[in-house]
């Protein structure tokens, strides 16, 4: 009897193949670990939730096509928008997500990520209307959690800064638009009706009805206005650092006219104007 006769997994004592004598000590089925059981499950929880993964998909074909002024017909929406295709693939697997079923959400929301570079985790939680133009790039991480009405734009990333098995993304309100580029990263709340402008990068909570731009992002008060249900605007954003140098101009220029035997401006100064809101050089 050889040395090899001995060699059984670990887990079961099952004897090993001869592949698996050579680069692990269990067997493939205790490796992947793939058992499911149904008899527990309660069907009435299945049906309902199959009925969401249709009842979402409306509402999302919906918002992309009312949301998009490049959306001719609904065909386009259907056949050609990966945040459509990303969507409706991420709604299948966190519905196996939620039932338990080991490897198969991962599985599904990797080829989501290969056919649309859009990367949606199964665990992740995503309300109603959601818009995710052009797509390339986004990533939405495990403990997500999405209200209704949100829309992203390509490039943006809610991320997590933890490594502790626990809530570690980003919880976004209703109403919420995150321009492109954006990352929005750690357990944080994002209130309802705000706008994060390009390119922004925010780490701490922002409270309702605000927009944020910069890195690390910069709250600007919009006084309580609220976002209308679609809202494109990721772009139209006033810029803090612009707006902080003119009032530091316009604050030196008042000192300098109370000092006393003050020069007038000579010729060879050069005015700066950054516009009341930091809109031009």
């Known amino acids: 009897m050889g040395m090899e006769d001995f060699l059984q997994c670990l887990s079961c004592g099952k004897k090993l193949g001869p592949k698996s004598k050579e680069r692990a000590s269990q067997c493939t089925e205790c490796i992947l670990k793939l058992d499911f059981k149904t008899k527990d499950l309660d069907h009435i929880y299945i049906d309902r939730n199959l009925q969401k993964i249709l009842d979402f998909f409306i509402s999302d074909v919906n918002a992309a096509f009312n949301k998009d002024p490049a959306a001719h017909t609904l065909i386009e929406v259907l056949t050609s928008y990966p945040g459509i295709k990303a969507l409706l693939l991420y709604r299948i697997a966190h519905f196996f ?136 605007r990721h772009g139209d954003l006033p810029d803090p650092i612009a707006i902080a140098v003119s009032s530091l101009e316009k604050r030196i220029r008042e000192l300098e006219k109370s000092l006393p035997n003050n020069r007038q401006k000579i010729s060879e100064d050069i005015e700066i104007f950054y516009g009341e809101n930091g809109g031009g050089i």
């Open 97 to 232: 997500w939620k039932l338990g079923m080991p490897y198969i959400p991962r599985y599904i929301s990797d080829i989501a990520r290969e056919l649309t570079t859009i990367e949606i985790h199964p665990g992740a939680e995503i309300g109603s209307d959601f818009f995710i133009d052009h797509g390339a790039g986004v990533v939405i991480g495990e403990t997500a959690e999405i209200g209704k009405n949100v829309t992203i734009y390509a490039g943006v990333v809610l991320g997590g800064t933890r490594l502790e098995q626990k809530k570690r993304h980003p919880t976004l309100g209703n109403n919420v638009v995150v321009g492109t580029g954006a990352k929005i990263l750690g357990p944080i709340i994002i209130g309802d009706n705000v706008r994060v402008g390009a390119n922004s990068v925010v780490v701490n909570d922002v409270p309702s009805n605000s927009v944020v731009v910069g890195v690390p992002g910069k709250i600007i008060s919009r006084k309580g206005e609220k976002i209308e249900r679609i809202d494109l």
